[in-house]
Protein backbone atom coordinates (compact mmCIF):
# COMPACT_ATOMS: atom_id res chain seq x y z
CA UNK A 1 0.00 0.00 0.00
CA UNK A 2 1.09 3.57 -0.74
CA UNK A 3 1.33 6.49 1.15
CA UNK A 4 -0.88 8.06 -0.99
CA UNK A 5 -3.37 5.21 -0.09
CA UNK A 6 -2.65 5.10 3.44
CA UNK A 7 -3.41 8.69 3.93
CA UNK A 8 -6.45 8.74 2.26
CA UNK A 9 -7.99 5.80 4.03
CA UNK A 10 -6.71 7.36 7.66
CA UNK A 11 -8.43 10.38 6.64
CA UNK A 12 -11.83 8.57 5.48
CA UNK A 13 -11.71 6.22 9.00
CA UNK A 14 -12.25 9.37 10.40
CA UNK A 15 -8.75 10.67 11.29
CA UNK A 16 -8.25 13.90 8.94
CA UNK A 17 -5.40 15.41 10.91
CA UNK A 18 -3.56 12.37 10.37
CA UNK A 19 -4.54 11.92 7.04
CA UNK A 20 -3.50 15.72 6.29
CA UNK A 21 -0.40 14.92 8.31
CA UNK A 22 0.45 12.00 5.91
CA UNK A 23 0.25 14.25 2.79
CA UNK A 24 2.20 17.03 4.20
CA UNK A 25 5.26 14.43 4.71
CA UNK A 26 4.73 13.26 0.71
CA UNK A 27 4.67 16.46 -1.39
CA UNK A 28 7.91 17.16 -0.57
CA UNK A 29 9.29 13.92 -1.66
CA UNK A 30 6.67 14.10 -4.72
CA UNK A 31 8.21 17.37 -5.94
CA UNK A 32 11.33 16.47 -5.49
CA UNK A 33 10.76 12.95 -7.79
CA UNK A 34 8.32 13.86 -10.26
CA UNK A 35 8.42 17.70 -10.07
CA UNK A 36 6.44 20.39 -9.08
CA UNK A 37 4.16 20.41 -12.02
CA UNK A 38 3.52 16.29 -12.59
CA UNK A 39 0.05 15.16 -12.53
CA UNK A 40 0.90 13.22 -9.20
CA UNK A 41 2.52 15.90 -7.33
CA UNK A 42 -0.72 17.72 -8.66
CA UNK A 43 -2.78 15.24 -7.07
CA UNK A 44 -1.41 15.11 -3.64
CA UNK A 45 -1.10 18.35 -3.28
CA UNK A 46 -5.24 18.51 -3.92
CA UNK A 47 -5.14 15.81 -1.67
CA UNK A 48 -3.40 17.74 1.25
CA UNK A 49 -5.90 20.59 0.69
CA UNK A 50 -8.99 18.71 1.13
CA UNK A 51 -7.62 17.09 4.00
CA UNK A 52 -6.70 20.16 5.32
CA UNK A 53 -9.79 21.43 5.18
CA UNK A 54 -11.57 18.34 6.49
CA UNK A 55 -9.11 18.45 9.25
CA UNK A 56 -10.56 21.77 10.17
CA UNK A 57 -13.95 21.09 10.23
CA UNK A 58 -13.69 18.00 12.45
CA UNK A 59 -12.43 20.47 15.24
Given at each position: ???????????R????????AM???L?P????????E??D???????L??W?D????L?
Amino acid sequence: MSIDNLAYWTGRAGDGAAARAMYADLLPISEHVSGPEHPDTLITRANLAYWSDEAGRLH
